[in-house]
């Protein structure tokens, strides 16, 4: 079993920057990747980014150059540093993992890009 708690959201304006954090249960060395997902209002669940265990990463086209994903193993934390956000970044941020063929998810939290 594995929790995964996300913080850091909130309301910010166009241009400005975010820094969301996943916290696991266990250690996150255990796990192959671990992932950024965000669901906008009436829209599909989408891949944001990817971090490997090899520490190779993966950006959705949308935030390519914006956003950075990292960990601190010493902390079982992932992050999502998000910057230059635009109101179509606005979402429900959520932290996923997968283990011995179960997906994890965490409990979302809401990213709001506003003036």
């Known amino acids: 079993q594995v929790q995964l708690v996300e913080s850091g959201g909130g309301l910010v304006q166009p241009g400005g920057s975010l820094r969301l954090s996943c916290a696991a249960s266990?250690?996150?060395?255990?796990?192959?990747?671990m992932n950024w997902f965000r669901q906008a209002p009436g829209k599909q669940r989408q891949l944001v980014a990817q971090?490997?265990?090899?520490?190779?990463?993966y950006y959705a086209e949308p935030v390519k150059g914006r956003f950075t994903i990292s960990r601190d193993d010493a902390k079982n934390t992932v992050y999502l540093q998000m910057a230059s956000l635009k109101s179509e970044d606005t979402a429900v941020y959520y932290c996923?993992?997968?283990?011995?063929?179960?997906?994890?998810w965490g409990q979302g939290t809401q990213v709001t890009v506003s003036s």
């Open positions: 971090l490997f265990r090899s520490g190779s990463t």
């Open positions: 996923n993992t997968y283990l011995t063929g179960v997906n994890y």
């Open positions: 266990r250690s996150i060395t255990s796990f192959n990747a």
